[in-house]
């Protein structure tokens, strides 16, 4: 099991790699300011999300238009709807469609999605009661990816990669929604997240 989760970690490392690089290649003009490693709530599969400001900007625009056109009265901002969709991969453009090369970065997802399966396969082989091995199982699925994301930091300041890239592992719909932003701490400094988590203006 102990080799399983190292060898996600090197899976997620090369996820991060691949497609950032990828992505800076066929989108030169974008500046990226978050990717993310998304997993379902019980940390068993796993795909990547990435934005730019570019792409937030016109998201947000899209989104504030529907918004005023189905509530005439909202007083929503064009600022307000950027800080609301900036922390939300689901809110993201870029994934592997955009790729104009993903067979790579393909790749490697599925290296790390079977890494996943053998994972919790052996999990729910083992003797452990199921509510301890399942806790367990998540939470080092959760820092082996995390991990990953750090390997990938250390490479990269290395080679002078920007470094102001927020860097996530992202659980969707969290029971806790605390747990993503303290995932977030793990692999990003407070200055890297200064300004991205959406905090509600005071009234």
Not at 71 to 77: A, G, I, K
């Given at each position: 099991m102990r080799s399983n989760f190292a060898r996600l970690a090197n899976a997620s490392q090369a996820i991060v790699s691949t497609a950032l690089k990828q992505l800076q290649q066929d989108l030169p003009g974008e500046r990226f300011y978050g990717f993310a490693l998304c997993v379902d709530a019980d940390a068993t599969s796993c795909y990547w999300s990435a934005n730019s400001e570019e792409s937030l900007i016109r998201y947000a625009e899209a989104w504030k238009a529907k918004t005023v056109e189905r509530?005439?009265?909202?007083?929503?901002?064009l600022d307000q709807a950027i800080g609301l969709h900036r922390d939300d991969p689901s809110a993201w453009t870029y994934d592997i469609e955009y790729l104009s090369d993903a067979e790579a970065t393909t790749q490697s997802q599925r290296q790390l999605n079977g890494i996943f399966g053998e994972i919790w396969t052996a999990a729910e082989n083992s003797w452990l009661p199921n509510i301890w091995r399942t806790t367990s199982t998540r939470k080092k699925c959760l820092r082996a990816l995390s991990s990953g994301i750090n390997q990938y930091r250390a490479i990269s300041k290395q080679d002078s990669t920007d470094q102001s890239i927020v860097l996530l592992v992202w659980i969707?719909?969290?029971?806790?929604?605390?747990?993503?932003?303290?995932?977030?701490?793990l692999t990003n400094s407070e200055s890297q997240l200064a300004g991205f988590f959406y905090e509600p203006e005071a009234e």
């Open positions: 509530f005439p009265d909202s007083s929503v901002t969707n719909d969290p029971d806790d929604p605390a747990e993503n932003q303290m995932l977030a701490r």
